[in-house]
Nanobody
Framework: VQLQASGGGLVQTGGSLRLSCAAS??????????LGWFRQAPGKEREFVSA????????YYADSLSDRFTVARGNAKDTVYLQMNSLKPEDTGVYYC????????????????WGQGTQVTVSS
């Protein structure tokens, strides 16, 4: 599985960004994978942001993010989006998408495949 995250950038407080994670899978359908989003701020550990199930019907969020962030799978199921609204400076960091065979969780240790990350910077 190869994952390519994109859509990061510089935005002012209160702005929005939509991140995308495009997956390519050799020999299997991406429908079998759950996907998660994590972020890592400078000097901090990587933390869970959101996850979405194989079918896209189950979504999971870190506390306090569900009112601002929305995760969804594209129609073709091989792309996952993270819509981020009302961004705050504390949302700054590198955002990673990750994939796991089966149900996704909130621990980064549960994921088998990782994208390269996309930088999100929110200015105050």
């Amino acid at each position: 599985v190869q994952l390519q995250a994109s859509g990061g950038g510089l935005v002012q407080t209160g702005g929005s960004l939509r991140l995308s994670c495009a997956a390519s899978v050799s020999g299997y359908s991406f429908d079998n994978y759950g996907l998660g989003w994590f972020r890592q701020a400078p000097g901090k550990e990587r933390e869970f942001v959101s996850a979405i199930s194989l079918s896209g019907s189950d979504t999971y969020y870190a506390d306090s993010l569900s009112d601002r962030f929305t995760v969804a799978r594209g129609n073709a199921k091989d792309t996952v989006y993270l819509q981020m609204n009302s961004l705050k400076p504390e949302d700054t960091g590198v955002y990673y998408c990750a994939a796991v065979w089966g149900r996704p969780g909130s621990s980064s240790r549960g994921y088998d495949f990782w994208g390269q990350g996309t930088q999100v910077t929110v200015s105050s």
